[in-house]
């Protein structure tokens, strides 16, 4: 259960080896002690991540998850949801490539809407079927300012976290009245393991920043956050620059 | 509407038809709450049938008095809680029997109890903060009053009482003979080992119905404490208020109120006219009104410094009723509104009399914190009983009401540690937050309860928020 001071007792991580995920993890596990599902392939940096959770006295299942399998989904999410109620669920996965690579190869940019997209709103319903069950939880959703206002320079991660963010977005209003809510997350440019060796954007944040502000948003009870908070000035005023600006503008 | 008309068949119907609707509910501190299909209890068949129909769901079953616990304990997320505050009658009266006793339906409020009895000379052994609790709160939690040090808790004044079991079963327990395990776990047990139905409690006589009161105000804790551990012994009921805002000189400075019940010739030639007359005045409910962070530090200083110097310096035998003497928050109703919607959590823990260095350190850890409270409240605890789960053990205990603010988790879990290393235990009615291990640490005859619990009901029927996060299972 969530308790009145906002912490969570049980955390599932889908992509329990992001950097935010981990992030998150940590900041809750610095205020209570929690059971932790990391659902993540199966390499030495989910069983690195699980010894250090454990370290900072987690109690921590390990989870396989194949995000490009629908099959492993719903395994993932059964096994989780069995060692019982899931507090909160942070959907953390997701896949970069490279931008131009992915508008001209046919293999990429399916394999980019599979996991940004198809296998986000697969887990977004298998999720919350479950925790209507339970009457309570919060869905975090892992989203970002590149769907806001797609932009040439990465329209096909853009439109996948666009697709993605508005269901998250619809699946939270369609949960009201059920004890479950959904928090979309949109941090501008992070600098994690899937930005590595990327030039850093104007008011780029780290992990521990994104995972703050979800943390603060999930006591909040929030249904959509940007992080940096002024990102979200900067997204409402791209919104509306028109095309033949936009496309001059150097983001 | 012909029967061939072809939205018939593709007619959207709700994909899980609920019977009853979900209810969102809290606690007295009014945060983290969930919501759960409440059912009313109005006959013990309605009781046994209710437990059927709930065993479907797969979420369990609650019992709920009138939600005065702070945190979680009476609610049940996406499961079903049984309200039981309509099963509300008063027996039997035996007024004549020596103790005299009377026999309840567990929904009765200790209010109504209390204005029933009263006529008869009767007194209710054990009185709460406030009245406004059910028998079957009273005797989940086990509660206790100003007068725990000479009367121990509620659960020692139960003679008998009867249990909904998780299997439809009613059976009747005692304290002691073959019943005695299930009946210890049931006191202090949070609803967990089925629905207490109805109680015989044992009562007090009284000549009247007022207090012979002496109030003091002490300069700072370590007087306060000295003059409880000096004087308490010699009333029936004892309690500070300190104020837990100031700092420096005036650090724990608190007004001592102790009495006894007052008899008939104490009392003034009028009072004598009707001793036992009940008096509860009401101010009526606060509006749902207030904004979060009404209570800081400037209102609760002044607050604090109104209190402590309204109180004489030192008085002694004055006469004051049942509601001025026990319940002045019963006055108002609702008053837990005034934090506003963030809610407010109480901490309320005890540690031994050998650990008071550690009661001075989690006082002026409070005090210091910047986070702010009015409602605080010392005492000294008589020897606890044989519940696994009661909470009074002989020590001192503190609660302070404290708003939820930001960092309000660290110092409570330092307080924990605190407590834990000091072989005392946080109050599970108050708690709306503690971790299933740090629980673990504060309750060492837990498994003794988990082993009745599991005997008792082997698939968890009974179930709610709290045994979700204490992991009671
Ligand atoms: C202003 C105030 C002052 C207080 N002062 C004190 C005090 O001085 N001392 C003290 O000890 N406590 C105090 N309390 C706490 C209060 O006495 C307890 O929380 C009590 O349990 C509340 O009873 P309730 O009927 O409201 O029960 P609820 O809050 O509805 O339920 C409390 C627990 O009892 C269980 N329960 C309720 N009815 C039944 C039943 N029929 N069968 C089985 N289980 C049942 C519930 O499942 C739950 O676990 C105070 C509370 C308030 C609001």
């Keep these: 259960m969530i308790d009145a001071l906002g912490a969570p007792q049980s955390l599932l991580l889908l992509g329990g080896t992001s950097d935010i995920a981990l992030a998150i993890a940590r900041r809750y596990a610095a205020v209570r002690t929690l059971r932790v599902v990391l659902a993540a392939r199966p ?64 293999a990429l940019v399916s394999e980019l809407a599979e996991v940004n997209y198809v296998a986000p709103v697969h887990l977004g319903v298998l ?90 948003g999930v006591k909040e009870k929030r249904e959509i956050i940007w992080v940096p908070a002024p990102m979200r000035v900067v997204m409402s005023g791209l919104r509306h620059v028109p095309r033949p600006l936009f496309r001059r503008l150097p983001i | 509407m012909t029967d061939d008309f072809p939205y018939q068949e593709t007619k959207i119907t709700p994909s899980m038809p609920e019977a009853q609707p979900m209810v969102p509910l809290h606690g007295w501190g009014r945060a983290s709450s969930t919501s759960a299909h409440l059912t009313q209890i109005e006959s013990i068949s309605g009781a046994v049938s209710a437990l059927r129909s709930a065993a479907q769901s797969g979420r369990g079953v609650v ?30 009266v035996d007024a004549e029997s020596e103790p005299p006793t009377v026999q309840v339906q567990a929904g009765v409020s200790l209010d109504s109890l209390m204005r029933t009895l009263l006529p008869f000379g009767l007194w209710v052994p054990v009185l709460p903060g406030t009245r406004q609790v059910t028998v079957g709160g009273a005797i989940a939690a086990d509660v206790h009053g100003k007068n725990h040090h000479t009367e121990g808790s509620f659960g020692n004044h139960v003679a008998s009482l009867d249990l909904l079991r998780a299997d439809g079963e009613i059976q009747t327990l005692r304290p002691e003979g073959d019943t005695a395990d299930l009946f210890w776990a049931t006191i202090g047990g949070m609803g967990l080992t089925g629905v207490v139905l109805g109680a015989t409690i044992v009562l007090q006589r009284t000549e009247s119905a007022y207090f012979l009161v002496d109030t003091e105000r002490c300069t700072d804790i370590d007087d306060l404490m000295a003059r409880m551990s000096e004087g308490d012994d010699g009333y029936t009921y004892s309690v500070a208020w300190f104020d837990a805002v100031s700092r420096g000189k005036h650090m724990g ?80 109703a609702e008053w837990n509104r005034i934090y506003g919607p963030h809610g407010f959590l109480q901490y309320q823990f005890v540690v031994p009399f050998s650990e008071d260095e550690t009661f001075r350190r989690c006082f002026e850890l409070i005090v210091n914190s910047g986070h702010v409270s009015c409602l605080n409240v010392l005492k000294r605890f008589g020897p606890g009983n044989a519940a696994p789960l009661s909470f009074p053990m002989q020590g001192w205990t503190l609660t302070v009401d404290l708003p939820i603010e930001e960092g309000l988790d660290s110092l409570c879990n330092t307080l924990d540690e605190l407590v834990v290393a000091a072989g005392g235990r946080v109050y599970l009615a108050k708690d709306s937050r503690l971790s299933a291990s740090t629980f673990r640490q504060m309750y060492p005859r837990l498994d003794d309860f988990l082993a009745v619990r599991r005997k008792v009901d082997p698939d968890g029927l009974f179930n709610s928020d709290l045994a979700r996060r204490l992991q009671l299972h």
């Design chain 2, 253 to 332: 400075r608190a007004v001592l109120t102790r009495g006894n019940k007052a008899r008939l010739q104490d009392l003034t030639p009028k009072l004598r006219r009707d001793p036992l007359q009940f008096v509860a005045p009401s101010l009526g409910t606060i509006p749902e009104i207030f904004p979060n962070r009404m209570v800081n530090r400037a209102t609760a200083k002044a607050f604090s410094t109104a209190w402590y110097y309204k109180a004489p310096k030192y008085r002694v035998g004055e006469l004051q009723n049942i509601t001025s003497f026990f319940h002045p928050l019963d006055i108002v």
């Design chain 1, 43 to 106: 390499t030495p940096r989910r069983s690195a991540a699980a010894a250090e959770l454990a370290e900072l006295g987690c109690t921590v299942e390990e989870v396989d998850l194949e995000a490009r399998d629908a099959f492993s989904r719903e395994a993932a999410i059964e096994q989780a949801f069995a060692g019982g109620d899931i507090d909160v669920a942070v959907v953390a996965f997701g896949l970069l490539g490279d931008a131009e690579q992915a508008w001209t190869d046919p």
């Design chain 2, 63 to 92: 019992p709920r008095g009138l939600g005065r616990s702070y945190g979680d304990a009476a609610q049940n997320a996406g499961g079903t809680a049984l309200d039981l505050t309509k099963l509300n009658r008063v027996l039997s």
């Design chain 1, 127 to 216: 999720l919350s079927n479950k925790m209507k069950a339970q009457s309570h939880g919060r869905i975090v959703a892992l989203s970002s300012v590149a769907g806001e206002r797609v932009r040439r320079s990465n329209f096909v991660y853009g439109s996948t976290k666009a697709g993605m963010d508005a269901f998250y977005l619809g699946l939270g209003e369609a949960l009201r009245g059920t004890g479950v809510q959904v928090l979309v997350v949109r941090p501008g440019f992070v600098k994690s393991k899937m930005t590595d060796g990327l030039p850093a954007a104007p008011l780029a944040v780290t992990p521990q920043e994104v995972a703050e502000a979800t943390v603060a």
